[in-house]
């Protein structure tokens, strides 16, 4: 701990998060990378929260297990964090900086210093009762796990169920763990934690569906809701991923989703924001697991696909044939005998209708934990009117309290990448504000020394995951363990469940040391989320992490071969053979450490930029941020009040003078980034005036791209031929001019979704519709008589700001829906408008008159994001946005080291949102430059010097600069080299080398093939 320089407080190097959820693991990890001790506490005794139980994750189809799992057991590991499970927070004194966590740990009447996880006494306990995991949909026992990665893998004893508790008998588990675990007279213990900071990630709860008792979940079998429909769907779920009707084990045929179930309502009014796109998921996902012929049918109001990559995934539901009804269903009744479901519904052209399903997933919404109010009233913070985490807009991240911040759905309804982001945002915020205390209380991880190669034959140990039936439900997994033992060099093989699960990891521990293995082979899924995990399990034992190889028989097998299990098990065998020939052929390789400039650049003077460069600025860091424009502000400065009724001039100003009062920020206005060079702490940028031609080198450990984005100005709706057609933008400027025109319009007419649509794919921009009410809003407030009627395709108001859509409606706002194959036209009609559309109840073509016509455009990336996509060679999306490198784990991480994007920059998103993603670059960047030093190296190029003849190809060609001639050789600096290949491949004189894809290491895979496919045991 550490004096506060400013202040003279103490401050505790270390922060106390509650809620082991993706958020709360997020916000840990981050943490205690930069420097900071975590206790990351949960309610229940396991993390995960409710990731653990999804199946996929929409839009990549992701494997929700599979991503998470490396999170959790690195969470379990971490010797900076240490998980307190089964536990709760009993009151919380001091201040920021300084506080006293009393936790109230409960009995799990299981000693976990014991425990190894065997699973012994879950077997023998002969008393069940409903899984809450899988939602009633299997059973489990009274000592149970409730998945297989379960963290901490120690069970937990239900006392409402178990016999001993409830009669004094039974005691089986007891009896058969021979470690002797089992504690039944354990009792639950009070601890005392110093901490400088608290994060509130707790989670959210399901809404009940019972309660909305018109659709009879609970009275009729085949009523699930969403969650049990993800377990349903779930490889490691109760049904092994077969979809089938509760009421008698059958395949559906045809399945309908019911939104908005909890969710815009009276009770609850406002939306969940992510159940359009969970059941669009669930739909796809199901027509994968069904036989062709299926039908699913999804009912909406309004279809939320508001982010990144979004409506691209709804475009792709469409083509599959899934059909999406406009309409809420509002009763169902079960058909006798059949067990199945008839709905009577109204579509859009006033039709009533009635159909049957054999199956029916109400799509939930988020509702507030339970127990919030107990942990509000422990930690001292306040709650918002839907019983979530309340802040304010301009500081999201804060509670009530100074040094309590919150993120994740405790904050309110949001998906994973928005969840993930506000957990590093509110890591950010700890950061700074613990940043004397940084270091006081962590140590550094240690390793054992690693075994010697020298001199030894390889002895290969293959391991072979079931991952659930992810894998094995296609690829006969112990078939291709057995087989693997009959393969050159392979001493020992085994098949596992989850080889990412902490019980997993060990046992593959203690097989190295058993059996001598000096080389590792993981046949798996995806060595791009799970490879850092096999790769540090294995040097925790003292092998080199460049021993291990990975041989991919999920993505490459079971996923693209899942109707032919013969073939997919056969392409396994042989992707084992080439991996196990690669590994004989491997060799140590070293990290070596490399200093850093603690500096920052931040390229982009808006609100996200202003506010990463703040949040490194007051922990202590250099930055230089550097703006396009004059001054800075960005795209704020275009409005007169946010979404928020906040005076936009008055945050924008508040901002630009906390940044020009810091004495660590540098500000480039009326600037531009030109070239840049280096690697991840240690960039070389050159920046030069837009007004003259004087250049700055800007040397720097980080980068975050922070450029915004701007208002497409197209000509649609005779935007810039009519003085009466105007912009979103050009009415906040009217708005904020007191526009005479504004008071004096009869009927104002909006169009939503303008946008570049002829030349790209449709995307939303997330902020748009938001927008509008807010203006309808102040519209009226001037002019309460003027008629303002919406044209719009999907109101998308998700979240709290439902809210202001109901306002506007209730204001008097007329809001049509046009479809995209029958837009609203736009005429001159002398100084007036005309505006012709169809209206879908009536089915007939209307034309209104109208004295303005606002044109809601769409947001589209800023002037020159492809040149400096070019220049920090860093990737731009399809919808002309910077690529993030993970959609759902690393949303504001690069895939280049050392480099991060926020706000608009990412993609389309509200000031709230831009703060967020602000402080959440600045917690990443923070793991980079908060360190002494980088360990670099690794799998880079190397050049044989008495090869290379200087022929300049490798300079010329290398997207990274990294190659320079010196001497009349080629120099390959390890530290800046990515790892890419392009040199060696290009390379005339093969003087180049990829270290870790030598050319006799990749010749060896093609020739384990060959000796494979030469024997005959394989299909060709």
């Known amino acids: 701990?550490?004096?506060?320089?400013?202040?003279?407080?103490?401050?505790?190097?270390?922060?106390?998060?509650?809620?082991?959820?993706?958020?709360?693991?997020?916000?840990?990890?981050?943490?205690?990378?930069?420097?900071?001790?975590?206790?990351?506490?949960?309610?229940?005794?396991?993390?995960?929260?409710?990731?653990?139980?999804?199946?996929?994750?929409?839009?990549?189809?992701?494997?929700?297990?599979c991503i998470m799992s490396p999170r959790l057991v690195e969470c379990s590991r971490h010797h900076n964090i240490q998980i307190i499970s089964n536990a709760d927070v009993v009151s919380l004194t001091g201040e920021a900086g300084d506080f006293t966590a009393t936790i109230r740990k409960r009995a799990r009447y299981v000693d976990e210093a014991k425990?190894?996880?065997?699973?012994?006494?879950?077997?023998?306990?002969?008393?069940?009762?409903?899984?809450?995991?899988?939602?009633?949909?299997?059973?489990?026992?009274?000592?149970?796990?409730?998945?297989?990665?379960?963290?901490?893998?120690?069970?937990?004893?239900?006392?409402?169920?178990?016999?001993?508790?409830?009669?004094?008998?039974?005691?089986?588990?007891?009896?058969?763990?021979?470690?002797?675990?089992?504690?039944?007279?354990?009792?639950?213990?009070?601890?005392?934690?110093?901490?400088?900071?608290?994060?509130?990630?707790?989670?959210?709860?399901?809404?009940?569906?019972?309660?909305?008792?018109?659709?009879?979940?609970?009275?009729?079998?085949?009523?699930?809701?969403?969650?049990?429909?993800?377990?349903?769907?779930?490889?490691?779920?109760?049904?092994?991923?077969?979809?089938?009707?509760?009421?008698?084990?059958?395949?559906?045929?045809?399945?309908?989703?019911?939104?908005?179930?909890?969710?815009?309502?009276?009770?609850?009014?406002?939306?969940?924001?992510?159940?359009?796109?969970?059941?669009?998921?669930?739909?796809?996902?199901?027509?994968?697991?069904?036989?062709?012929?299926?039908?699913?049918?999804?009912?909406?109001?309004?279809?939320?696909?508001?982010?990144?990559?979004?409506?691209?995934?709804?475009?792709?539901?469409?083509?599959?044939?899934?059909?999406?009804?406009?309409?809420?269903?509002?009763?169902?009744?079960?058909?006798?005998?059949?067990?199945?479901?008839?709905?009577?519904?109204?579509?859009?052209?006033?039709?009533?209708?009635?159909?049957?399903f054999d199956m029916v997933a109400l799509s939930v919404g988020m509702t507030a934990p339970k127990g919030v109010s107990e942990l509000a009233a422990a930690t001292g913070v306040a709650l918002n009117s839907f019983g979530f985490g309340d802040s304010s807009p301009s500081t999201p991240l804060e509670t009530s309290r100074p040094g309590v911040y919150l993120c994740g759905t405790f904050r309110g309804p949001k998906d994973i990448p928005d969840s993930v982001t506000e957990a590093s945002g509110a890591a950010g915020e700890v950061q700074r504000l613990l940043a004397s205390g940084r270091g006081t209380l962590v140590s550094p991880k240690e390793f054992p020394a690693e075994m010697s190669q020298v001199g030894e034959e390889p002895r290969v140990g293959v391991f072979v995951c079931h991952c659930g039936s992810n894998i094995a439900g296609v690829v006969d997994v112990e078939e291709v363990a057995r087989r693997a033992r009959e393969l050159p060099g392979v001493v020992y093989t085994d098949h596992v469940m989850f080889a990412c699960?902490?019980?997993?990891?060990?046992?593959?521990?203690?097989?190295?040391?058993?059996?001598?293995?000096?080389?590792?082979?993981?046949?798996?899924?995806?060595?791009?989320?799970?490879?850092?995990?096999?790769?540090?399990n294995v040097r925790e034992v003292g092998l080199n992490p460049y021993l291990y190889e990975m041989a991919n028989i999920r993505d490459q097998c079971s996923w693209v071969h899942g109707d032919?299990?013969?073939?997919?098990?056969?392409?396994?065998?042989?992707?084992?053979?080439?991996?196990?020939?690669?590994?004989?052929?491997?060799?140590?390789?070293?990290?070596?450490?490399?200093?850093?400039?603690?500096?920052?650049?931040?390229?982009?003077?808006?609100?996200?930029?202003?506010?990463?460069?703040?949040?490194?600025?007051?922990?202590?860091?250099?930055?230089?941020?550097?703006?396009?424009?004059?001054?800075?502000?960005?795209?704020?400065?275009?409005?007169?009040?946010?979404?928020?009724?906040?005076d936009s001039r008055e945050q924008v100003s508040q901002l630009v003078e906390r940044v020009q009062a810091n004495q660590n920020v540098e500000v480039l206005t009326d600037s531009q980034v030109v070239s840049s060079i280096g690697f991840v702490g240690n960039f070389k940028t050159r920046v030069a005036s837009r007004s003259d031609p004087t250049q700055r080198l800007v040397e720097h450990g980080v980068t975050i791209i922070a450029t915004g984005g701007r208002e497409y100005r197209g000509d649609e709706h005779l935007l810039g031929q009519h003085p009466g057609v105007v912009t979103m933008g050009d009415l906040e400027k009217a708005l904020k001019s007191d526009d005479p025109r504004l008071r004096q319009a009869k009927r104002i007419v909006v169009i939503q979704c303008v946008g570049p649509w002829d030349e790209q794919p449709f995307y939303c921009s997330r902020v748009c519709c938001t927008v509008t009410m807010k203006n309808i809003l102040r519209l009226k407030e001037i002019n309460p008589s003027c008629q303002v009627v919406v044209l719009y395709k999907d109101i998308r108001t998700y979240g709290a700001r439902e809210e202001m859509y109901t306002e506007a409606r209730r204001a008097g706002a007329i809001f049509v829906r046009y479809t995209d194959d029958d837009q609203p036209v736009v005429q001159?009609?002398?100084?007036?408008?005309?505006?012709?559309?169809?209206?879908?109840?009536?089915?007939?073509?209307?034309?209104?008159?109208?004295?303005?016509?606002?044109?809601?455009?769409?947001?589209?990336?800023?002037?020159?994001?492809?040149?400096?996509?070019?220049?920090?060679?860093?990737?731009?999306?399809?919808?002309?946005?910077?690529?993030?490198?993970?959609?759902?784990?690393?949303?504001?991480?690069?895939?280049?080291?050392?480099?991060?994007?926020?706000?608009?920059?990412?993609y389309p998103k509200s000031v709230e949102e831009a703060i967020i993603q602000g402080k959440a670059a600045a917690a990443r960047a923070c793991r980079v430059i908060s360190q002494?030093?980088?360990?670099?190296?690794?799998?880079?190029?190397?050049?044989?010097?008495?090869?290379?003849?200087?022929?300049?190809?490798?300079?010329?060609?290398?997207?990274?600069?990294?190659?320079?001639?010196?001497?009349?050789?080629?120099?390959?600096?390890?530290?800046?080299?990515?790892?890419?290949?392009?040199?060696?491949?290009?390379?005339?004189?093969?003087?180049?080398?990829?270290?870790?894809?030598?050319?006799?290491?990749?010749?060896?895979?093609?020739e384990g093939l060959v000796e494979l496919m030469a024997a005959g045991s394989v299909a060709r």
């Open 828 to 906: 001159a009609a002398g100084e007036a408008l005309e505006v012709s559309f169809t209206e879908p109840s009536l089915g007939e073509r209307l034309t209104l008159a109208a004295d303005l016509l606002v044109s809601s455009n769409a947001l589209v990336p800023s002037a020159g994001a492809e040149e400096l996509s070019r220049v920090f060679k860093v990737p731009l999306g399809r919808e002309g946005f910077f690529q993030e490198a993970h959609s759902k784990l690393r949303p504001v991480d690069f895939a280049s080291d050392g480099a991060f994007l926020c706000g608009v920059a990412h």
């Open 115 to 356: 425990c190894t996880g065997c699973g012994i006494c879950i077997a023998k306990c002969p008393w069940k009762t409903d899984s809450e995991f899988n939602l009633g949909l299997s059973k489990r026992k009274a000592i149970y796990t409730p998945f297989a990665q379960a963290v901490p893998n120690v069970p937990f004893i239900d006392t409402d169920l178990c016999m001993y508790f409830k009669r004094g008998t039974c005691k089986a588990c007891v009896m058969f763990c021979e470690l002797g675990a089992i504690d039944l007279g354990q009792q639950d213990q009070y601890m005392e934690l110093e901490v400088g900071a608290v994060i509130l990630a707790p989670g959210s709860d399901i809404y009940d569906a019972g309660l909305s008792e018109e659709f009879g979940f609970g009275r009729y079998p085949n009523v699930l809701t969403s969650l049990q429909f993800e377990r349903l769907l779930s490889a490691a779920g109760p049904t092994q991923g077969s979809i089938l009707r509760p009421s008698d084990g059958v395949e559906p045929r045809k399945i309908a989703w019911f939104q908005c179930v909890g969710s815009r309502d009276q009770e609850h009014p406002y939306c969940s924001a992510v159940c359009c796109m969970y059941a669009t998921k669930e739909a796809m996902l199901a027509k994968e697991h069904l036989p062709p012929g299926a039908e699913f049918t999804i009912f909406l109001m309004d279809l939320r696909a508001f982010g990144k990559g979004f409506d691209a995934y709804f475009q792709r539901a469409q083509e599959e044939g899934i059909r999406y009804v406009r309409c809420r269903a509002s009763a169902l009744t079960e058909v006798p005998g059949s067990k199945s479901l008839l709905l009577q519904y109204e579509n859009e052209r006033g039709e009533l209708l009635t159909e049957e």
């Open 932 to 1006: 002494d030093e980088l360990m670099v190296g690794g799998v880079v190029a190397s050049v044989e010097e008495e090869k290379c003849t200087a022929c300049l190809t490798c300079v010329r060609i290398c997207p990274y600069n990294v190659p320079i001639i010196r001497d009349g050789v080629a120099i390959i600096e390890a530290a800046a080299c990515q790892g890419c290949g392009i040199c060696v491949g290009e390379c005339p004189a093969k003087a180049i080398q990829l270290l870790h894809y030598r050319d006799d290491q990749v010749l060896a895979k093609i």
């Open 501 to 536: 699960s902490t019980d997993s990891l060990k046992a593959m521990r203690e097989a190295i040391v058993e059996h001598r293995l000096n080389r590792v082979v993981m046949a798996s899924c995806s060595p791009r989320t799970h490879e850092p995990l096999f790769q540090e």
């Open 564 to 646: 032919r299990h013969d073939e997919a098990t056969d392409k396994a065998r042989k992707l084992v053979a080439m991996a196990v020939a690669r590994s004989c052929h491997l060799e140590p390789l070293y990290k070596l450490p490399q200093g850093l400039s603690d500096r920052a650049l931040v390229v982009g003077g808006g609100v996200a930029g202003m506010t990463a460069a703040l949040s490194l600025a007051e922990q202590g860091f250099p930055v230089v941020l550097v703006e396009r424009e004059s001054q800075l502000g960005g795209l704020l400065l275009e409005h007169d009040t946010l979404s928020s009724g906040r």
């Open 1 to 65: 701990m550490q004096q506060n320089g400013a202040t003279g407080a103490r401050v505790v190097g270390a922060a106390l998060v509650v809620g082991g959820g993706i958020a709360g693991m997020q916000a840990a990890l981050d943490l205690a990378e930069s420097g900071i001790q975590v206790y990351l506490l949960e309610k229940s005794p396991w993390i995960g929260g409710r990731m653990a139980q999804l199946d996929k994750t929409f839009p990549t189809n992701d494997c929700a297990m």
